[in-house]
């Protein structure tokens, strides 16, 4: 393929980021990547990726720019003040794969459409915490111009096991919205069922034997369940991650309609409050049976 080994740029090295950068180098795309801390890139380098001295030398170095920040502010910051979206060579593709909800998403296209007309942007938010990203099992929710998909096969299938084409540019995030809703009240169902049978006096691994292997339990929750039983709440999808990803779908849905929702973000941040915030979504079990052992 004509374009199997274009030079792909990551913008942002944290978590996720790194995961996906090394996805890159293990499938032989040439990488380039840069971090507003450069320690975050020392692990990529010496893989053999390029580290860029700034947004707009890693974007000028690239024909595909990956983002992967935590907000739109962030994306829009390294866009437009850090000159990541001047440097861009026309014809070049800014994949924008953080979550940042529908709003910021009209944001960077807005952005696109009265700075750099010619350059090709794809909304490809993606589904899967560390653990898909770092074994390349991501699921990618794609939009944009479907004339360029030929060129980010060979990235997409080095990041994920699936990649689903939506429509134009911002139906992913919409996609993306509506799968971490989903992925919220799955978790609250493990929170919460645990944190009541533990206060009703059972066992974890009771709960799991009476679950498991029946069609109440997707295997997401299965290997949450299996986790907290082990006492296991080290960060594969962070709560205050999972948070914001709630409160996108609130700012861009209405509160007053989704009242479960919200109820669950309010939930969600006193557990953060708490400074729970880095670790697992499901710190929220042994929050409310701490929450329950006090009253």
């Known amino acids: 393929m004509a374009h199997e080994r274009e030079p792909v740029a990551f913008l942002g090295i944290g978590t996720m980021g790194h995961a996906m950068a090394t996805r890159a180098l293990w499938a032989g795309i040439p990488t380039i990547v840069w971090n507003r801390d450069p320690n975050a890139t020392r692990g990529l380098a010496e893989r053999g ?30 866009a437009k003040d850090q000159g990541m979206l001047a440097a861009l060579a026309p014809g070049a593709i800014w994949v924008q794969m953080s979550t940042i909800g529908d709003a910021g998403m009209k944001r960077v296209e807005s952005l696109v459409r009265a700075e750099r007309p010619d350059v090709v942007l794809i909304d490809a938010p993606v589904s899967g915490s560390k653990e898909p990203a770092e074994q390349g099992q991501l699921t990618i929710f794609a939009s944009g111009p479907d004339s360029v998909r030929s060129r980010l096969g060979p990235l997409f299938d080095a990041l994920g096991r699936r990649t689903i084409w939506v429509g134009p540019v911002g139906t992913g995030s919409k996609l993306k919205l509506v799968a971490n809703t989903w992925l919220a009240l799955a978790a609250e169902a493990v ?55 709630v409160h ?43 929450e329950g052992g006090r009253e």
Request: hydrophobic content about 55%.
């Open 49 to 78: 990726a390029v580290v860029a001295d700034s947004a707009a030398d890693a974007a000028r170095r690239a024909a595909i720019v990956v983002t992967m920040v935590t907000d739109a502010n962030v994306v829009l910051a390294i």
């Open 191 to 245: 929170n919460v069922s645990v944190a009541l049978a533990h206060q009703l006096g059972l066992e974890t691994e009771t709960l799991i034997d009476a679950l498991s292997d029946g069609p109440l339990v997707s295997p997401w929750q299965a290997a949450k369940l299996e986790r907290i039983a082990r006492d296991d709440f080290s960060v594969q999808f962070a709560l205050s991650l999972a948070l914001k990803d």
């Open 248 to 290: 996108l779908a609130l700012e861009d849905a209405g509160s007053e309609r989704f009242v479960s929702l919200a109820a669950l973000a309010e939930e969600w941040q006193e557990v953060v409050g708490l400074g729970f915030g880095e670790s697992d979504l499901t710190v929220v079990a042994q929050a409310l049976e701490q």
